[in-house]
């Protein structure tokens, strides 16, 4: 019989629900959408029931550190909803079937169940952090740590952890973000970055501020708090000679080239990286794949003077809604941890 569980993929700031087939892991219907800088606790918790109805099965995909039978994460640092996430008990105390598990697990489960089969592989997630899981004879090992290593230990950046210089910071769209600010708050000039920067916080704050405003050295630096990693990369895709986004592009493509080569030989043998995250989206307008991505695993490759040194195939998950399949899969029956 065909088992229908609802699939849900939170975020720092927003969450995604739907439907899915846990014979094909397929999604079936509308996907649910909720961003939460435009609600509130409670109408996060409205919405939701709006949708689902009451006694479904939810299965939940979240970063952070998991307390599964409290159904709480801890030390989500970077989430909008607060530094101790109870939503999915919440859920559960509203009514509804709830299980869970850390994002990556989650997603490693889905693509082992899923995608790319019986291998053995790791999973890379780059967004607005990094991590890399192995799934070995098909068991996920857990390493909630792997973007966290070091990797300029004199960089003046903070990862969200609290370390200088973590890995993360180098190939995550959140420390491009933070080296462009940086950037924008030493030298006072201002180009499509900021630009971006700008339409993004009219369109958040309904405000209509343009170019003339930035000479306010308030409004300037609320601006420059609204850069964001893709505006870096559709600056570099439209104009890659200008700085700041010709550096921190370059930085990120060797940093990133060095995690692929972390992850590889760390985790050895592999059959394959599988990617995923918004940066490895190809059909992302911000174009991080085309100018990152591909260029990091042509380097990866190249640098590999045999081909069983290390060397496995390197690409980006075929499941779409990876998160969302990662989240219903916590109902599948051989999931334990
Ligand atoms: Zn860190």
């Known amino acids: 019989m065909k088992e229908l569980v609802y699939g849900m993929d939170i975020n720092c700031y927003r969450l995604r629900a739907a439907h899915v087939n846990l014979d094909n892991g397929k ?57 101790n996430v109870t939503l999915p008990r919440d859920l559960q105390e509203g009514g509804y079937l709830v299980k869970m598990s850390n994002d990556v697990v989650s997603e490693a489960h889905a693509e082992n169940a899923f995608g790319i089969g019986n291998k053995d592989f790791a999973l890379a997630t780059y967004s607005t952090g990094f991590n890399a899981v192995p799934v070995l004879k098909g068991n996920v090992h857990f390493k909630p740590e792997f973007g966290h290593q070091s990797y300029d230990n004199f960089s003046k950046f903070i990862c969200g952890c609290g370390i200088k210089g973590c890995l993360e910071v180098f190939v995550s769209g959140s420390g491009a973000g933070k080296m462009a600010q940086d950037y924008f708050n030493k030298n006072n000039t201002n180009n499509i970055i900021i630009k971006y920067g700008l339409d993004d916080f009219n369109k958040r704050e309904g405000t209509s501020h343009d170019y003339n405003d930035l000479a306010d050295y308030e409004i300037r630096s609320k601006i420059i708090d609204s850069v964001e990693g893709r505006h870096i990369y559709m600056a570099y895709d439209k104009n890659p000679h200008d700085d700041p986004q010709r550096f921190i592009r370059n930085l990120q493509l060797k940093a990133i080239t060095e995690s692929l080569n972390r992850i590889a030989v760390v985790y050895n043998p592999l059959d394959s990286i599988v990617l995923k995250g918004g940066l490895t989206d190809e059909s992302d307008e911000s174009k991080s794949w085309k100018n990152l991505f591909k260029p990091a695993i042509k380097a990866f490759h190249d640098m590999r003077l045999r081909d069983y040194s290390c060397n496995p195939d390197i690409y980006r998950t075929k499941i779409k809604e990876i998160g969302i399949v990662g989240g219903a899969v916590n109902w599948k029956k051989f999931i334990q941890s």
């Open 27 to 83: 999604l079936e219907g509308d996907i649910l959408e909720i961003y939460f800088n435009n609600k509130n606790y409670e109408e996060v918790l409205n919405s939701i029931s709006n949708i689902i109805p009451r006694g479904s099965k939810i299965g939940i995909s979240i970063p952070g550190v998991i307390d599964k039978n409290k159904l709480e994460v801890k030390l989500s640092i970077n989430s909008r909803l607060g530094e």
